[in-house]
């Protein structure tokens, strides 16, 4: 199938700092990339869809000032996460789909474990 | 709206024994099916999917079977093993997006 890389697995990183997260479509192009945050033992919240070269829609209660997200090209979206807090701690998944419509599947990144200190 | 529920685990079993997770939907309109699997420390992985009513998808032993009557989606396998230890997600997708289940925590003990 195809890949999703997601770039770092893991970071750590102090309070008061930005950090950019990657997602690439390796084989494929995708013209919409998910952003998802998993707290421990919890399901996937769908924090904001990211579509090429055009702004992110954001779910309700994501604060888009805070994660902010680029999709420049259609194998490339990114969210930054600026000034973290620990609160911001977390796991950060991304997942995009080779084509639109309700029969292609999803395609997840390998996730970035997040801990702000 | 679209939702996904699923049974709340944790769920232990030894090795070679049959595993159920339940999952009920509710949707707009007619949407794909999916189980995805996350291993420790990953992201997620599709395990099997199913488009339609009554279509039944299978891969590594799992099973899973669209059933539109009892908006249900349950997860089968007939005989688990310690490397099926991992948390499974159902999910529906009517369209572009995902909706997620909380996710079932399965561990197979030897």
């Known amino acids: 199938g195809a890949v999703v890389s997601q770039h770092p697995s893991r970071v750590i990183c102090k309070s008061g700092t930005s950090v950019k997260i990657e997602c690439r479509s390796l084989?494929?192009?995708?013209?919409?990339m998910f952003w998802y945050r998993q707290f421990p033992k919890q399901s996937l919240m769908l924090m904001a869809t990211?579509?090429?070269?055009?702004?992110?829609?954001?779910e309700q209660g994501v604060e888009k000032d805070k994660f902010l997200i680029n999709h420049a090209s259609l194998t490339l979206s990114t969210l930054t996460v600026t000034s973290a807090h620990p609160e911001d701690s977390s796991f950060y998944i991304c997942?995009?789909?080779?084509?639109?419509?309700?029969?292609?599947?999803?395609?997840f990144g390998q996730g970035t474990r997040l801990t702000v200190v | 709206g679209n939702s996904v529920t699923q049974m709340e685990g944790p769920v232990t079993l030894s090795e070679e024994a049959f595993l159920t997770i339940n999952c009920t939907y509710t949707a707009t309109g007619y949407p794909s099916l999916f189980w995805y699997v996350q291993y420790p420390g990953e992201g997620l992985q599709l395990l099997l999917k199913a488009t339609k009513a009554d279509d039944k998808g299978s891969n590594k032993g799992f099973e899973a079977t669209y059933r539109k009557e009892t908006t249900s989606f349950h997860l089968e396998k007939g005989s688990v093993q310690v490397s099926d230890s991992a948390v499974y997600f159902c999910?529906?997708?009517?369209?572009?997006?995902?909706?997620f289940g909380t996710g079932t925590s399965l561990t197979v003990i030897p």
């Open positions: 999910a529906l997708s009517p369209g572009n997006q995902f909706y």
């Open positions: 997942s995009a789909r080779e084509l639109s419509g309700r029969n292609t599947e999803a395609f």
């Open positions: 084989d494929f192009q995708a013209t919409t």
């Open positions: 990211s579509n090429e070269g055009s702004k992110a829609t954001y």
